[in-house]
C-alpha cells in the first residue's frame, strides 16, 4: 500500500455534540482532523470545538454553504496543506479507527472509498450502487467478506477522496447544495477513469437523518429538485421526463406524506427549469445525508 496522509473532515452544522463526539473517537488517531463549521447559528461552536482538541483544525465559513460547498473548504485546504487524501464525514457518524483503516486498505485501487453503514440499532442500510445505464442497482455485501468491492456511487456520509483526483474534476458541484451531490461527483470520478471502491469489513454508525429528516418537506425538496438536475447534467436536458420511476416516487411519497407534497411538486418544477442552491424559504441547512 502506498503512503497516504489522511485528513479526516468533519462538517458541523448546529450540531456541537454530534461534532465533539465524532472527534472525542478519533482525537488519539495517528490522523489530522478538521472540522468545517459551516455557519452555524451559535458562531462559537468552532471556538468550542477548538478549546476542547487544540491539535485539530478548525475552519468557519461564515455562511451555510450546503454539504459540497462546506466540504469542499475543507478538501481545498487540506489540499493546499499537501494531505493525499480526506475522509468526509458527517459528524452523525460513529466513526472508528478499524473503519478508517479497513478503507485506506482500499484507498490504492478507489480514487474513492466507501463504507458500510448501519443504524445506531445495528440495522445495514444500503450505502453503494452499481449502474446499469441509467439504472441505479443498490450494493450490499451480505456476507461483510472483507475483501472490497468495485462500485459505482458510495453514500457522502462516510467516503475517503482521493485529493488529487477531486482536484482533477473540480471537487463536489455546489450547485447541488444538499443530496446527489455525491451522486455527481462518484459520476465524474469514473469519467476520469479512476474507479470507486466499497469498505464491507467493517460498518460505520450513522444517525442517518441526524442534521434533517428525510421525510421532511426540505429533504423533499432537495431529492427530486436534484434528481432532475443530475439526470439533465449526465444524460441530457430533457433525460428527466423519460424518468417514470422518478414521477412514481413522486406520487407515492406525496400520498405517504401529504405534507410533503407541495415541497415535492416544487422541487419538480425547480430541477426542470434548471434551479440550482439553496432555498431560503424552506429554512433548511446543508449538512448531512
Known amino acids: 500500500m502506498s503512503e497516504k496522509n489522511l ?3 468533519i462538517l458541523n452544522w448546529n450540531c456541537l455534540e454530534d461534532s465533539l463526539r465524532a472527534v472525542s473517537l478519533l482525537a488519539k488517531s495517528p490522523w489530522q482532523i478538521c472540522v468545517v463549521d459551516n455557519g452555524s447559528a451559535d458562531p462559537a461552536e468552532a471556538s468550542v ?18 454539504y459540497a460547498g462546506g466540504m469542499n473548504t475543507g478538501m481545498r485546504w487540506a ?15 460513529t466513526p472508528t479507527v478499524q473503519v478508517v483503516e479497513e478503507m485506506l486498505k482500499l484507498a490504492d485501487d478507489g480514487a474513492v472509498v466507501g463504507t458500510a453503514q448501519v443504524t445506531e440499532n445495528g440495522q445495514p442500510y444500503i450505502s453503494a450502487a452499481t449502474l446499469r445505464g441509467r439504472k441505479v442497482v443498490p450494493f450490499q455485501c451480505a456476507t461483510s467478506c472483507g475483501i472490497g468491492h468495485e462500485v459505482d456511487i458510495v453514500s457522502g456520509a ?7 483526483a477531486a482536484n482533477s474534476v473540480g471537487f463536489m458541484d455546489e450547485r447541488f447544495f444538499h443530496y446527489k451531490e455525491e451522486f455527481d461527483f462518484c459520476f465524474r470520478i469514473l469519467r476520469l477513469g479512476r474507479k470507486l471502491q466499497y469498505s464491507c469489513g467493517s460498518a460505520l454508525i450513522h444517525r442517518r437523518g441526524g442534521s434533517l429528516s428525510g421525510s421532511s418537506p426540505a429533504a423533499m425538496y432537495y431529492s427530486y429538485r436534484n434528481e432532475i438536475l443530475f439526470l439533465k447534467k449526465h444524460f441530457g436536458t ?8 422518478l414521477f412514481r416516487n413522486a406520487v407515492m411519497s406525496g400520498i405517504k406524506s401529504p405534507r410533503t407534497t407541495h415541497a415535492i411538486v416544487r422541487g419538480l418544477v425547480h430541477g426542470a427549469r434548471g434551479v440550482t442552491g439553496p432555498l431560503a424559504d424552506l429554512r433548511i441547512g446543508g449538512l448531512a445525508k
Request: glycine share 10%; proline share 4%.
Open 7 to 9: 485528513c479526516i473532515l
Open 49 to 66: 470545538i477548538r478549546a476542547r482538541y487544540p491539535a485539530i483544525h478548525t475552519i468557519s465559513t461564515g455562511v451555510n454553504l450546503g
Open 79 to 93: 489540499f493546499a496543506e499537501r494531505f493525499t487524501h480526506c475522509l468526509l464525514l458527517n459528524p452523525d457518524t
Open 158 to 164: 462516510g467516503i475517503m477522496v482521493e485529493l488529487g
Open 238 to 245: 430533457w433525460a428527466w421526463i423519460s424518468s417514470l420511476g
